[in-house]
């Protein structure tokens, strides 16, 4: 089975790496904005756990303070830029 391509108008804005719930392994993941919302996707895993790599857009965003909110407003709002 091939896999499906990504929307070509998908705008990369971050790559950046967290550590998993465990903290066992590190997921390195990507934001991207389409339609004015944010899309989020794993790209890597370093432990042993399976993945989805596909495009998805969360419920909520988490914010640096460690909570979350939704994300009501456009892309730009969301990201910031650290």
Known sequence: MSKPEYNTDMKFLKTATCKTLSGKSTLTYQLGSED??????????????F?????RIPRTVPTHAGKTRLP?????????ST
């Open 51 to 55: 993945f989805s790599d596909e495009w």
């Open 72 to 80: 009501d407003r456009g892309a730009s709002s969301i990201i910031s």
């Open 36 to 49: 004015d919302e944010i899309h989020v996707r794993i790209t890597k895993n370093t432990g042993s756990g």
